[in-house]
């Protein structure tokens, strides 16, 4: 990892409390946040020295593989469409383990943020009212593998290898 590289991370990481903040307050992930963080992975590709193949066209088919999942759920109404393109964004940032660890993280965030938030609404009497900001989870998962994967001194994947 070069210079570029931790740069491109840390403005990865800025974009995700922005996407964590837009969701809490207004319940929406910008278009132009997602296609920011889709759009800058070449970059990072090209400075941490990804190889085109098989490197690039792992990052795209685990991408392309998220979003047609995600937007099954998307039209079952499982999930909102700016967290789809979030995701699949993330995607095209994290080697495939990586990714499976976000979600496993995003997950249990998303479960804890639920239980807390259908608690506060159903204490409100405001059952019909809730409505889960999911881009917090996402963010929160996507802060985690960053900082367990790409801080040096503190890698998991390095420890457990």
């Known amino acids: ?17 922005i996407a964590a903040f837009t969701d809490m307050r207004r319940r929406q992930i910008d278009n132009w946040l997602n296609a920011l963080i ?3 992975a070449p970059a990072f590709w090209w400075a941490s ?19 047609l999942i995600l937007a099954g759920l998307f039209a079952l ?3 909102g469409g700016g967290d789809v393109k979030l995701l699949t ?5 994290v080697p495939p383990y990586v990714f499976m660890q976000l979600l496993l993280i995003m997950s ?9 938030l259908a608690g506060w609404h159903i204490i409100r009497g405001e059952r019909d009212k809730i409505k ?5 989870a996402i963010a929160f998962g996507g802060l985690w593998v960053l ?9 998991f994947a390095a420890q457990s290898a």
């Not at 990892?1 to 409390?17: E, R």
């Not at 249990?108 to 807390?116: F, S």
């Open 1 to 17: 990892m070069n210079t570029i590289s931790y740069g491109l991370l840390i403005g990865l990481a800025i974009a995700l409390v």
């Open 132 to 136: 889960i900001p999911y881009g917090i």
């Open 49 to 67: 020295g990804l190889d085109l193949w098989p490197g690039v066209a792992i990052q795209l088919g685990v991408a392309t593989a998220a979003f």
């Open 108 to 116: 249990l965030a998303g479960g804890a943020l639920t239980i807390v």
């Open 38 to 40: 889709a759009l800058s």
């Open 89 to 93: 964004a993330l995607a095209l940032w």
């Open 147 to 155: 900082w367990a994967n790409y801080l040096p001194g503190v890698s």
């Open 77 to 79: 109404k499982v999930m």
